[in-house]
């Protein structure tokens, strides 16, 4: 029983690789039509607050379940690395889901297909991470001190910071009363143009290195997949809304891409 739920949790693994691609290919095409993308006339929309905290939740709700020992005893979250592991994981998805939607200042409707697909992913990847990380990852006695663990969680760290604070920025590019779009300054915006989608793929790439597994892979291919296309999107919005906005600036990746 216990290799036949490892054996699907590895195929789920690739799958979302795969997935990650289809979806790369997809948005290029039609591109992500939601936030500032989204149609006036969009039917079925979502208010983006209770959007936000119900299709990130099922990505905290299942690895608290792991770590109750829902369905099977939580066997190993004994050990220090895959504990530290998985409070990386509920702690963004606490901020995403706790934090991050009440901080929204108005924000669109979320179309009722991309909330669905979010919820959909959310599940999908929190049962893969969460029941990988509780019930079959095994990390050497000394996997703490492992330069691939200490380089790997320190990039969390940082892109979950930059994530952060380039949220921040953003909800305050406005003052009070204001409408309209403004070009972000501060931070790493003044490199490149997704600075929010950067951080978040610096995050998840260093979770999967201190995790150094296909399933920790599989979900940093996924993120940058969907984000880099998001990013690419909006980079070419920017140019096109304002003449001044500057030439330099990367789209994600600074000084690169």
Not at 16 to 44: I, N, Q, T, W
Not at 120 to 138: D, E, P, W
Not at 188 to 217: K, T
């Amino acid at each position: 029983m216990e290799l036949a739920e490892r054996f699907l949790l590895d195929a789920l693994a690739y799958l979302e690789c795969a997935l990650g691609v289809v979806c790369y290919v997809l948005l290029k095409l039609v591109g992500s039509p939601y936030g500032r993308y989204a149609s006036s006339g969009s039917a079925f929309g979502l208010p983006a607050r209770a959007a936000w905290t119900v299709q990130e939740l099922p990505s905290l709700a299942l690895p608290l379940l792991a770590c109750a020992g829902a369905g099977a005893p939580a066997e190993r979250l004994n050990r220090w690395p895959n504990c530290i592991l998985l409070a990386m994981f509920l702690v963004h998805y606490a901020q995403r889901s706790l934090v991050f939607p009440f901080l929204i200042r108005g924000g669109k409707p979320m179309p009722l297909y991309a909330f669905l697909l979010a919820l959909i992913f959310c599940t999908y990847n929190g049962y893969l991470q969460s029941r990988y990380l509780s019930q079959h990852a095994v990390h050497a006695d000394d996997w703490l001190s492992d330069p691939r663990f200490l380089t790997g969680s320190a990039l969390w760290l940082i892109g979950m910071l930059i994530n952060i604070h380039s949220d921040h920025v953003l909800r305050n590019l406005r003052k009070p009363g204001e409408t309209g779009y403004k070009i972000p300054r501060g931070g790493l915006f003044e490199y490149i143009s997704a600075a929010n989608y950067f951080g978040e793929v610096v995050e998840w790439c260093g979770y999967a290195l201190a995790s150094w597994s296909i399933q920790g892979w599989a979900f940093a291919v996924f993120t940058f997949c969907v984000l880099f296309t998001r990013a690419q999107q909006h980079h070419k919005w920017y140019h096109e809304k304002f003449e001044d906005y500057p030439k330099f600036r990367k789209i994600m990746i600074p000084f690169l891409v």
